[in-house]
Antibody
Framework: EMQLVESGGGLIQPGGSLRLSCAASGLTVSTNYMNWVRQAPGKGLEWVSIIHRGGSTYYADSVKGRFTISRDNSKNTLYLQMNSLTAEDTALYYC?????????WGQGTTVTVSS | EILMTQSPATLSVSPGERATLSCRASQSVSSNLAWYQQKPGQAPRLLIYGAFSRAAGIPDRFSGSGSGTEFTLTISSLQSEDFAVYYCQQYDNWPPYTFGQGTKLEIK
């Protein structure tokens, strides 16, 4: 069974940094398109970033220059390094597999940016 | 950036009836469109990709249609477990991948 488990969320002050992790089982992160998608409280879905199988990375304009997506093939884990956080980054962050539709999702990890 | 607009925002339908949800793209996305279902407290679930192909394990009462800028998700004979929020998402012109704002399907 394919499974994604996010971790690393929490309460962080504005301007702070946080690294999210997404541990995969039943699928190989390095051979898949892997995304981060977030959902602010009571809001819709917002795509954040993707890392392609070949390693290319892409970002939403709202996070470009502040967030970095990466993966550790030996740990079969996806990461999202988030810097210069603002209140607008408060959300439930999901990792998800897929390019032509995202067909495997984790349960998410909550990031709250507040002083 | 392609803007995805879903309508209506809320749809009230009785169990057993048909629901029709719409999604419009601000420019053509060909057939590069997916539909997701999200229930409270759960992650989204892929229903449809390629505008009309059902994802693995999705019941055939869910069907997608359309291409270009106009898309429809139809749920025939609504079951109690189908009441949820539905999102469309384009993956034709990226980055960014863009989602619609969602349609809440509620029990009438």
């Amino acid at each position: 069974e394919m499974q994604l488990v996010e971790s690393g969320g929490g309460l962080i002050q504005p301007g702070g940094s946080l690294r999210l992790s997404c541990a995969a089982s039943g699928l190989t992160v390095s051979t898949n398109y892997m995304n981060w998608v977030r959902q602010a409280p009571g809001k819709g879905l917002e795509w954040v970033s993707i890392i392609h199988r070949g390693g290319s990375t892409y970002y939403a304009d709202s996070v470009k220059g502040r967030f970095t997506i990466s993966r550790d093939n030996s740990k079969n884990t996806l990461y999202l390094q988030m810097n210069s956080l603002t209140a607008e980054d408060t959300a439930l962050y999901y990792c998800a597999r897929g390019f032509y539709g995202m067909n495997v999702w984790g349960q998410g990890t909550t990031v709250t940016v507040s002083s | 950036e392609i803007l995805m607009t879903q309508s209506p925002a809320t749809l009230s339908v009785s169990p057993g009836e048909r629901a029709t949800l719409s999604c419009r793209a601000s420019q053509s996305v060909s057939s590069n469109l997916a539909w997701y279902q999200q229930k409270p407290g759960q992650a989204p679930r892929l229903l449809i990709y390629g505008a009309f192909s059902r994802a693995a394990g999705i019941p055939d009462r869910f069907s997608g249609s359309g291409s270009g800028t106009e898309f429809t998700l139809t749920i025939s004979s609504l079951q109690s477990e189908d009441f949820a929020v539905y999102y469309c998402q384009q993956y034709d012109n990226w980055p960014p991948y863009t989602f619609g704002q969602g349609t809440k399907l509620e029990i009438k």
